[in-house]
Every structure is written in C-alpha cells, then in structure tokens.
C-alpha cells in the first residue's frame, strides 16, 4: 500500500457545495442549498447507535453521541477560507467535521484523523452521498485505507415539508453499523 500526499482542490464557486456539484447545485431546492451553506440550523433528531461491546467501544472511540429518540439537534456551518466547518450539537453533545473539496468533483469530510471521500448526487429533492474511499490523515501526508479496514458512511439530505430531513449511517466490517441519525432541521428563524 503506497502512501501519497493530497493537497485539497481549491474551491472556484461561490460555496463549496456549488463547486463540488457543478451543474447539479442549481437544481437542488433552494432550502437545500441554503443548509449547505454558512448558518445555522435547528431540529430534532433520532440517534442510534449499534449492539455489542465492540461497537460500544467504536462509538466512545469516535465520540458518538448517545442513542435517544426526539433529540434536540443544532447545526452551524462555518465557513473558513476553502474549508466548511459543520458543528452538530446532539443535544449539546458536539460532532465536529471539517469538509473540503477533492480532486475529480469529490467533497472530502473530516473526523479526526480519518478523511472520507464521497462522490455528491443531486437526487430528487435533495443529495445523496456516496462513499468513494477514506484515508487516514498523518500530517499532511494521506494514507488510502482499505475497504476492510475503513468505515463506511451512508448519507442523504432531502427536502421535505417540514425542513431538511438528513439521513446518516456510519458503520464498519468489523462492528457493522455504529450510528445512525435522521431528522428534521430548519434554518434559524425559519418556520417548519
């Protein structure tokens, strides 16, 4: 397994989701793209986390939030230079990612010293997230994990008639699934 370095692409558009998108941006609700950019949201959530001591450990590893139903839910992105800060609060319980674009139309998202790599879809209504590889981040040097020892990340944002309903499942070969969240956030000030 070779280790390369990948420096980020630099982010041309207007905001890091039109440039990772392209063409795609546009045709996404206009509610979709506002939670894609700089603000704040708020919401409530359901979160689960898996079964078994090995997947207990993997989450307190990972500083996973705990499982509950009708969880209040806070989200703040922050942008700074070519990087998106999104700070999720699980009932004050923080979950902190730094996202930025990668080569090829990829956004590459961030969680300690891993960096998964996901090809955006515009689907209907929304985006859906496909997980294309994950690296383990040593400095400024990138090593590619293998599927086996990687963890896999599903996710999909869609417009629904109450906000933003967010879908998102994190999990791995050895533990099968860690965490699951989905719910409903709004921007700020913005009626359900």
Not at 2 to 8: F, G, L, R, S
């Amino acid at each position: 397994m070779a280790v390369t370095a990948h420096a980020p692409m630099s982010v041309q558009a207007p905001s890091l989701y039109a440039g990772v998108l392209g063409s795609g941006w546009a045709e996404l609700p206009s509610r979709i793209r506002r939670l894609h950019e700089e603000g704040t949201a708020t919401g409530r959530f359901t979160i689960r986390r898996g079964r078994g001591p090995l997947a207990a450990l993997a989450c307190w590893l990972c500083g996973f939030p705990a499982a509950g139903e009708d969880v209040p839910t806070r989200l703040r992105v922050r942008q700074d230079g070519e990087v998106q800060r999104w700070e999720r609060s699980f009932a004050g319980h923080p979950l902190v990612t730094l996202q930025r674009a990668w080569p090829g139309g990829l956004l590459g998202e961030r969680l300690g010293p891993m960096e998964c790599v996901f090809r955006l879809r515009a689907v209907a209504q929304g985006i859906a997230y496909e997980q294309v590889g994950t690296w383990l981040c040593l400095g400024s040097w990138r090593l590619p994990l293998p599927r086996l020892l990687a963890p896999r990340i599903e996710g999909l944002a869609t417009e629904v008639p109450e906000g933003m309903r967010v879908h998102v499942k994190i999990g791995s070969a050895f533990t099968g699934w860690l965490l699951t969240y989905e719910g409903v956030v709004n921007p700020e000030g913005e009626a359900a």
